[in-house]
């Protein structure tokens, strides 16, 4: 408990909320760095995820090349990527994007490929074009699904970009990195309540999104009517 | 069904034959083979593979000269096995004089080492005692690569003043709030540099950032072999700024004077290039400490 209560009091002193190493500055280095990653490992994952749940072809190769990449210790990979560029942020980035991926991956195909397939099916029949089903159907009736692989995605790189303070002067993982080393626990501590804080408002904020989206497609007459029952 | 009961039975019967075997050999051994003969001399060594091959080397340097050796090694860290020297377990340990004089002292503030060294001989509580220290360290210190060395005429962490360049300092996180990063710099030797941690302890992300110029300072042991295989210069230390730590052996009162003049012989030899180079042979080509040892004490006609 004195642990606790010391966290708290490093988090209150206000000298650690000054300065260019101070609290509002890691955090937002720790958010910049979570929205780079999460971005970069949408436009990868989506698309390919929504051709996989749409086609209803190589979901076996995704599913397993997914499953595999989960495998993979970011450590590990971050160290290899700081060998070949060197420190800085590039290698914790990319290290970062490769652990968000099966996450997003997952959730874009799972969401496109639950859909009934008779409800592509009947806009194919009423003359929709391929790409008009996968924007106007499928992306918004996986929406939910897709969202919440974001979600995971998005918690899983905000806990683990305290890494990136592994080769970077970058974001709350310095706390963590030199708590440790220092043996200042409080400090330490005081890090991870940051980073638990980050992870939470983030996640309240996806779910949010992720619930008012499900709304929308299972109950679209509770709110504005969509492009699809005009 | 009854194979795999015979393998299961037949695996525990070995496991069993080897945990006695270690249980006799970790018993201590008590000097009951004659008066006459020595003393069965219990050798221990750090959980640290540098650690490891010097005791191995004092190991084979007193069974040269006759006597019986008990080897256990990989004792963990000093809070560990201290005590167990103390209380009598361990007769030859291969320690490093700073490090252990904080063990006994934590508020010593030498850091020299003749200064460490004689203050080190004072802290040693009874029944103990330490012999001369080799020449070879084993400590943090400041390396910087050849190039950069050449380009400015380093030598010493002094020299760090004719850098007009910014410079930014590679080490982990710790050093950022200790007396060996760029504050205690500042202060001892009025250099002032950038920071940039680097979790890998001195170890290959480190280097590589030197080598890329990323950063120009880096912290790293003197006695890593990529000071010498990636062409890295030790900048010499001469206001004390790094806690001096020498390689000594911590003996018990069983050590008698020609076992001690055996070791304080062995130490003499033990230069910082050579256990640079013996523990280069460790971590490069993964010899075992025994073997290292061996050649060692063969290339100094100590066998």
Redesign the interface.
């Known amino acids: 408990m004195n642990y606790i209560s010391a966290a708290f009091g490093w988090l209150a002193n206000s000298a650690e909320w000054r300065g260019s190493t101070g609290i509002p500055t890691r955090l937002a280095q720790h958010l910049i760095t979570t929205g780079i990653v999460v971005g970069l490992a949408l436009v990868i994952s989506l698309p390919i995820g929504i051709l996989v749940g749409h086609t209803h072809r190589g979901s076996g190769v995704v599913g397993a090349v997914a499953g595999a990449a989960r495998a993979i210790p970011t450590l590990g990979l971050l160290t290899l990527f700081g060998l070949m560029w060197g420190i800085g942020l590039k290698a914790p980035i990319l290290a970062l994007v490769i652990l968000a991926i099966p996450s997003a991956l997952a959730g874009a195909y799972a969401g496109i490929q639950a859909i009934d397939p008779a409800v592509p099916d009947a806009a194919r029949a009423i003359g929709m074009s391929e790409l008009r089903i996968i924007l106007q159907v499928e992306i918004p009736l996986g929406a939910p699904v897709i969202i919440g692989g974001i979600r995971a995605a998005t918690l899983q790189v905000v806990a683990t970009a305290t890494l990136a303070a592994y080769i970077a002067d970058n974001g709350l993982g310095r706390y963590l990195f030199h708590g440790l080393e220092a043996h200042n626990y409080a400090e330490m501590l005081g890090g991870a309540l940051l980073v638990i804080a980050l992870a939470l408002i983030l996640e309240v904020v996806l779910a949010a999104i992720q619930r008012w989206v499900k709304i929308r497609v299972t109950n679209p007459r509770s709110s504005r009517r969509t492009q699809l029952h005009t | 069904m009854f194979r795999r009961t015979m393998i299961m039975a037949a695996g525990l019967a070995v496991f069993a034959t080897f945990s006695l075997a270690a249980c006799s050999s970790n018993t201590p051994s008590s000097s009951g083979s004659g008066s006459d003969s020595k003393p069965t001399l219990v050798i221990g060594s750090q959980a640290y593979y540098s650690s490891d091959i010097i005791a191995e080397v004092y190991a084979q340097g007193l069974e040269n000269a006759g006597y019986t050796v008990d080897r256990q090694f990989d004792i963990g860290q000093r809070e560990v096995y201290l005590p167990e020297i103390q209380s009598g377990g361990i007769d030859v340990f291969p320690e490093y004089t700073g490090p252990l004089l904080q063990y006994w002292q934590p508020d010593a503030t030498v850091t020299l080492d003749a200064d460490v060294y004689s203050a080190l001989q004072a802290a040693v509580p009874d029944g103990l005692r330490v012999l001369n220290e080799a020449p070879a360290t084993d400590q943090d210190s400041y390396v910087v690569t050849q190039d950069f060395a050449n380009k400015w005429g380093l030598t010493t962490i002094d020299d760090l003043s004719k850098v007009t360049d910014p410079m930014t300092m ?1 080490a ?3 050093a ?3 007396p060996n990063g760029p504050d205690g710099l500042l202060k001892t030797y009025g250099v002032s540099v950038g ?6 302890g001195g170890g ?2 480190t280097v ?2 030197l080598q ?1 110029n ?2 120009q300072l880096a912290i790293i042991y003197t006695s890593d072999p990529s000071i010498a295989a990636d062409n890295l210069v030790t900048l010499t230390d001469d206001k004390g700024l790094f806690l001096s730590s020498h390689v000594v052996p911590l003996v018990s009162d069983k050590v008698d004077d020609t076992a001690a003049g055996i070791l304080n012989k062995i130490d003499a030899l033990l230069t910082p290039d050579a256990l640079i180079a013996m523990n280069a042979r460790s971590v490069n080509d993964q010899v075992p400490a025994s073997t290292i040892a061996h050649d060692w004490l063969a290339d100094n006609n100590l066998n």
């Open positions: 590679g982990n996180a710790e950022q709030t200790r920071f940039t941690p680097i979790q890998d290959p992300l590589k950032a890329d990323q950063i």
